[in-house]
C-alpha cells in the first residue's frame, strides 16, 4: 500500500531564506508526483507535476525534484516571501488515484 | 481552471439525516474522485469512478454510497450523517490519457453534522 509522509508537519523561517520541503513515498512504481498549495479555508493550486520519468521541474522560484529509487521528493522555495505562507502537499500517482501527505505549514516571517 | 463546481459549497445538518453532495464538470474527463480533508491528514479518498455506472472505493468509504449516471455528474451520498463526517469534501476530476494530465479540483463543499 502506498503511503506518502511529509516532514516537517510545520516550518517557519524568516523572509528571503531558501527553504526544502521534503515528501516521502514508500511504492516507486508511481505514474507521477504533485506538489500541491492550499491557503487557509481555501481550496487547492497545482504547484507542479513531475512525471516519472523525470528529475525535476522549475516554475518561477519553485523548484521540483524526484528520486523514485529512494523514494523521495523536494519542493526547493528560493527568496522566500510573506506571500509563499501557506500549506504545501505532495501527492503521489498511483493506480488512477492520488495518494497524499498530509502536509507541511510554511510561515514566512516579515 | 477546469470547469468542476460542486454543490452545495455550505451545508449544516443533524445526526441521522441523509445528505447527498453534487459534483459537476465541463471537461468530459473519464475520472471523477470524492476526497474528504480533516486536519493532520491531508486528502483521503472516499470513492471514485472510472465512467459512467463505474465505481471503486476508496481508503475511507464506509458510510458513503456514490452515483456516476452522466459523465458530467457524480453524486457523493451520506445515507445516515455522522458527527464523524464533518469535513470539506473535495470533488476531482482528471482524463488520465496522458501523463502531463493533472488532476482538477472542485472549491470544495464544508459540511457539518450537528
Known amino acids: 500500500k502506498q503511503e506518502v509522509t511529509q516532514i516537517p508537519a510545520a516550518l517557519s523561517v524568516p523572509e528571503g531564506e531558501n527553504l526544502v520541503l521534503n515528501c516521502s513515498f514508500t511504492?516507486?512504481?508511481?505514474?507521477?508526483l504533485q506538489w500541491f498549495r492550499q491557503d487557509p479555508g481555501k481550496g487547492l493550486t497545482s504547484l507542479l507535476l513531475?512525471?516519472?520519468s523525470q528529475r525535476e521541474q522549475t516554475s518561477g522560484r519553485l523548484n521540483a525534484s524526484l528520486d523514485k529509487s529512494s523514494g523521495r521528493s523536494t519542493l526547493y522555495i528560493a527568496a522566500s516571501q510573506p506571500g509563499d505562507s501557506a500549506t504545501y502537499l505532495c501527492?503521489?500517482?498511483?493506480?488512477?488515484?492520488?495518494?497524499w501527505g498530509a502536509g507541511t505549514k510554511l510561515i514566512i516571517k516579515p | 481552471d477546469a470547469g468542476i463546481t460542486q454543490s452545495p459549497r455550505h451545508k449544516v445538518t443533524e445526526t441521522g439525516t441523509p445528505v447527498t453532495l453534487r459534483c459537476h464538470q465541463t471537461?468530459?474527463?473519464?475520472?471523477m474522485y470524492w476526497y474528504r480533508q480533516d486536519p493532520g491528514h491531508g486528502l483521503r479518498l472516499i470513492h471514485y469512478?472510472?465512467?459512467?455506472?463505474?465505481?471503486d472505493k476508496g481508503e475511507v468509504s464506509d458510510g458513503y454510497s456514490v452515483s456516476r449516471s452522466k459523465t458530467e455528474d457524480f453524486l457523493l451520498t451520506l445515507e445516515s450523517a455522522t458527527s464523524s463526517q464533518t469535513s470539506v469534501y473535495f470533488c476531482?476530476?482528471?482524463?488520465?490519457?496522458?501523463?502531463?494530465?493533472?488532476?482538477?479540483f472542485g472549491p470544495g463543499t464544508r459540511l457539518t453534522v450537528l
Open positions: 476531482a476530476t482528471w482524463s488520465g490519457g496522458k501523463s502531463t494530465d493533472t488532476q482538477y
Open positions: 471537461e468530459n474527463h473519464r475520472y
Open positions: 469512478s472510472y465512467g459512467v455506472k463505474d465505481t
Open positions: 511504492d516507486s512504481a508511481i505514474y507521477n
Open positions: 513531475i512525471q516519472s
Open positions: 501527492a503521489v500517482y498511483s493506480n488512477y488515484q492520488l495518494i
